[in-house]
């Protein structure tokens, strides 16, 4: 095992951008124990270099986030295109959903399920002059680019997808799929 000299835990903590009272208070030692140990003037426990070196591991690891993750372009419709043609792109496309956008913001969804709900309650009779927005649902909800994944997960649990937005418009989706093929990377 490799134990890092004072100099090497000091240049690891300013590579990583760690102030001395952020990497003691992760490692829940004082700032005054991490000065002292980067000075090489005490001797640390093996246990609090271990929290230490733990504590600048975990740091150098980038997060990831829901932009790394989504992608992008996302396919979607207009609330004001036809049912045929949104039915067409979800059958071409292999997708059971779609976000429906309105000048690149979400208004809603369209879902295979939500179609075939309204055609078995006969609430809307069959014909070409339908609308995405008659069939449309509540939108898939939205997160910035910079959440990090965890978070996508606990939405997904709840959801089919989650729309990624930047400045106010859409820029990536990311589904259950996607989070299952992280798995396999």
Same mark, same amino acid.
Request: charged share 20%; proline share 6%; net charge negative.
């Given at each position: 095992?490799?134990?890092?000299?004072?100099?090497?835990?000091?240049?690891?903590?300013?590579?990583?951008?760690?102030? $001395?009272?952020?990497?003691?208070?992760?490692?829940?030692?004082?700032?005054?124990?991490?000065?002292?140990?980067?000075?090489?003037?005490?001797?640390?426990? #093996?246990?609090?270099?271990?929290? !230490?070196?733990?504590?600048?591991?975990?740091?150098?690891?980038?997060?990831?986030?829901?932009?790394?993750?989504?992608?992008?372009?996302?396919?979607?419709?207009?609330?004001?295109?036809?049912?045929?043609?949104?039915?067409?792109?979800?059958?071409?496309?292999?997708?059971?959903?779609?976000?429906?956008?309105?000048?690149?913001?979400?208004?809603?969804?369209?879902?295979?399920?939500?179609?075939?709900?309204?055609?078995?309650? $006969?609430?809307?009779?069959?014909?070409?002059?339908?609308?995405?927005?008659?069939?449309?649902?509540?939108?898939?909800?939205?997160?910035?680019?910079? !959440?990090? !994944?965890?978070?996508?997960?606990?939405?997904?649990? $709840?959801?089919?997808? #989650?729309?990624?937005?930047?400045?106010?418009?859409?820029?990536?989706?990311?589904?259950?799929?996607?989070?299952?093929?992280?798995?396999?990377?």
């Amino acid at each position: 095992m490799h134990v890092p000299s004072p100099e090497e835990l000091r240049s690891a903590r300013r590579r990583i951008g760690l102030k $001395q009272a952020d990497l003691a208070h992760r490692a829940g030692i004082s700032q005054s124990m991490i000065a002292r140990i980067e000075r090489g003037s005490v001797d640390p426990r #093996v246990s609090t270099l271990r929290r !230490i070196v733990d504590v600048l591991t975990a740091a150098e690891i980038p997060a990831v986030t829901a932009g790394s993750v989504m992608h992008s372009p996302v396919v979607s419709v207009s609330p004001d295109d036809s049912i045929l043609s949104a039915v067409d792109k979800m059958e071409q496309m292999a997708f059971s959903q779609l976000p429906v956008l309105k000048n690149g913001v979400p208004v809603g969804c369209i879902s295979e399920a939500a179609i075939l709900t309204a055609i078995g309650e $006969q609430r809307h009779p069959r014909g070409h002059h339908q609308k995405v927005h008659d069939f449309m649902e509540a939108s898939f909800p939205t997160v910035p680019p910079e !959440i990090e !994944i965890e978070t996508v997960v606990s939405i997904l649990e $709840q959801h089919h997808a #989650v729309l990624v937005m930047a400045e106010g418009r859409v820029e990536g989706v990311i589904t259950k799929h996607d989070l299952i093929s992280l798995i396999t990377r």
